[in-house]
């Protein structure tokens, strides 16, 4: 698979595959056989991915949270983020002002914010599980009913 690396908020090409946003819902969901993550795989499937920042405190998170509560073993955790490596997510900036705005005006969190600009930004899919933050991907206007 052939892709243009960047580093910056422009929207990049890709040769081959179709961009795609993976939020921690569906990357989660995937990586931990979670219901969803089926269909998320199927989606994801020979896309380049792209997240902000954010995708790796978020992921990181979740394993905490599984192990810390007893919803996943040490090894099942392991594997996850063995998993998570095997994803090949190009992550871009998002500017911090942009996801307050957006938020302000979609009535998101100013996490589900930075996917949603990131997608908006790249013209891309946005790929979650989240059903708030799919419906205002889905939304011309992105406002929350």
Do not use: W
Request: hydrophobic share 50%.
């Amino acid at each position: 698979m052939l892709k243009a690396v960047s580093t910056s908020s422009a929207p990049i090409a890709t040769a081959i595959s179709p961009v795609k946003v993976i939020d921690a819902s569906a990357l989660v969901a995937v990586v931990f056989v979670e219901p969803g993550g089926e269909d998320a795989a199927r989606r994801l499937h020979d896309a380049s991915l792209i997240a902000p920042p954010l995708l790796e405190l978020e992921f990181t998170n979740v394993c905490l949270m599984k192990q810390r509560f007893g919803k996943a073993t040490p090894a099942q955790v392991q594997t996850a983020f063995s998993l998570r490596r095997n994803f090949m997510i190009e992550i871009l900036h998002v500017d911090h002002v942009s996801v307050f705005n957006l938020a302000l005006a979609t009535g998101l969190t100013a996490y589900d914010a930075s996917y949603l600009l990131l997608a908006r930004q790249q013209n891309a899919e946005l790929v979650t599980l989240d059903k708030r933050l799919n419906t205002a991907f889905l939304t011309p206007t992105g406002r929350q009913p």
